[in-house]
């Protein structure tokens, strides 16, 4: 499974998630299964893992233990899973990259560097938006705000005019043609650096990432038992932040909502105040590795 995904931050998240042994963990993102196979090298007999995900390549290439049980279904809905199936977690896992094998798989059209791929980037290839819908069915303000909230991409205005410009002369149906389409804003020598903001843009509105990360913190706080442990690595500002909030104020907007008492409601405590970082040494053999964060929290006995 290791040609499928470099686990990121592989030690360090394990052993902040297990408590217990013979407890029950969720991997809320599947992927490669690294982390599942480090979680499970380190439970007894006892111990159980759920893992989920939304992509059917990563079920079907799924490593064979009789201590795990694997959910074909997005993150978001591992709340309902824990409710359905009456069970609490000692810990949840979320790796919230992209998996390597979605990267490199040119079909998948997550990735400019393969020039005529179809503009697809869906996670669970069974749903219907596909980044094709929304660079030629999207308003042209709303290809804007896209751009600029999930890419935080500069000229974002100028950027989603020329796409408007250039689906009005054709569809836009490969990565090169989004490309070419946007051509004039690259800059010289910095031409992956703005792309690669493009692209995640896209992924970000084609798989509903922010909305699914909200629903999925709240659902995994819920589903924790007293004392469980929240574990989730990130690779960009917009969930890093939205992960942060969610530990310090139990909300990603980060709004501190208190008790008559002057207390914040908040129903986890941060354990790392600080994120973890990637060594050099993990940067140099994995360099998608280099944008991650570990955030480690508990959840609160009262909570």
């Given at each position: 499974?290791?040609?499928y995904?470099?686990?990121?931050?592989?030690?360090?998240?394990?052993s902040a998630?297990?408590?217990n042994p013979d407890g029950?963990?969720?991997?809320?993102?599947?992927?490669?299964?690294g982390?599942?196979?480090?979680?499970?090298s380190r439970?007894?007999?006892d111990?159980?893992v759920?893992a989920?995900?939304?992509?059917?390549?990563?079920?079907?290439?799924?490593l064979?233990d009789?201590r795990?049980?694997?959910?074909?279904?997005?993150f978001?809905?591992?709340?309902?899973?824990?409710?359905y199936e009456d069970?609490?977690f000692?810990?949840v896992?979320?790796?919230?990259g992209?998996?390597?094998?979605?990267?490199?798989?040119a079909?998948?059209?997550f990735?400019f560097?393969?020039e005529?791929s179809p503009l697809?980037?869906?996670m669970?290839?069974?749903?219907?938006?596909?980044?094709?819908?929304?660079?030629n069915?999207?308003a042209?303000?709303?290809?804007?705000?896209?751009?600029?909230?999930?890419g935080?991409?500069?000229g974002?205005?100028n950027m989603?005019?020329?796409?408007?410009?250039?689906r009005?002369?054709?569809?836009?149906?490969?990565?090169?043609?989004?490309d070419?389409a946007i051509?004039?804003?690259?800059?010289?020598g910095a031409?992956?650096?703005?792309?690669?903001k493009v692209?995640q843009a896209?992924r970000?509105?084609?798989?509903?990432?922010?909305?699914?990360?909200?629903?999925?913190?709240d659902g995994?706080?819920?589903?924790?038992?007293?004392?469980?442990r929240?574990?989730?690595i990130?690779?960009h500002?917009l969930?890093?932040r939205?992960?942060?909030n969610?530990i310090?104020?139990?909300?990603v907007?980060g709004?501190?909502?208190q008790?008559?008492?002057g207390?914040?409601?908040a129903p986890?405590e941060?354990?790392?105040?600080?994120?973890?970082?990637?060594?050099e040494?993990e940067?140099?053999?994995n360099?998608?590795?280099r944008s991650?964060?570990?955030?480690?929290?508990?959840?609160?006995?009262?909570?």
């Amino acid at each position: 499974m290791s040609e499928y995904h470099i686990p990121v931050l592989l030690a360090e998240s394990v052993s902040a998630l297990i408590t217990n042994p013979d407890g029950t963990y969720a991997d809320a993102t599947f992927g490669g299964g690294g982390h599942t196979a480090a979680v499970l090298s380190r439970l007894n007999d006892d111990g159980r893992v759920i893992a989920f995900d939304r992509d059917i390549d990563a079920i079907n290439g799924a490593l064979k233990d009789p201590r795990l049980t694997l959910v074909h279904n997005n993150f978001r809905f591992i709340e309902n899973y824990a409710r359905y199936e009456d069970v609490q977690f000692d810990g949840v896992l979320a790796d919230l990259g992209v998996s390597s094998h979605q990267f490199d798989t040119a079909e998948r059209g997550f990735s400019f560097r393969f020039e005529e791929s179809p503009l697809d980037m869906r996670m669970n290839q069974e749903a219907r938006l596909t980044a094709a819908e929304v660079v030629n069915n999207y308003a042209e303000a709303d290809l804007e705000r896209i751009l600029k909230l999930y890419g935080e991409v500069d000229g974002a205005r100028n950027m989603a005019r020329l796409i408007a410009e250039a689906r009005s002369h054709g569809e836009i149906r490969t990565t090169g043609d989004l490309d070419r389409a946007i051509a004039r804003m690259l800059p010289r020598g910095a031409e992956h650096k703005v792309l690669a903001k493009v692209y995640q843009a896209l992924r970000i509105e084609v798989n509903q990432e922010m909305r699914s990360l909200e629903i999925f913190l709240d659902g995994a706080c819920r589903s924790l038992k007293p004392g469980g442990r929240l574990v989730v690595i990130t690779y960009h500002s917009l969930e890093d932040r939205m992960v942060k909030n969610f530990i310090k104020t139990g909300n990603v907007e980060g709004e501190m909502i208190q008790d008559m008492y002057g207390r914040v409601q908040a129903p986890l405590e941060a354990v790392n105040h600080k994120p973890i970082l990637p060594s050099e040494e993990e940067i140099a053999g994995n360099t998608r590795a280099r944008s991650a964060k570990l955030r480690i929290a508990q959840r609160r006995a009262e909570a």
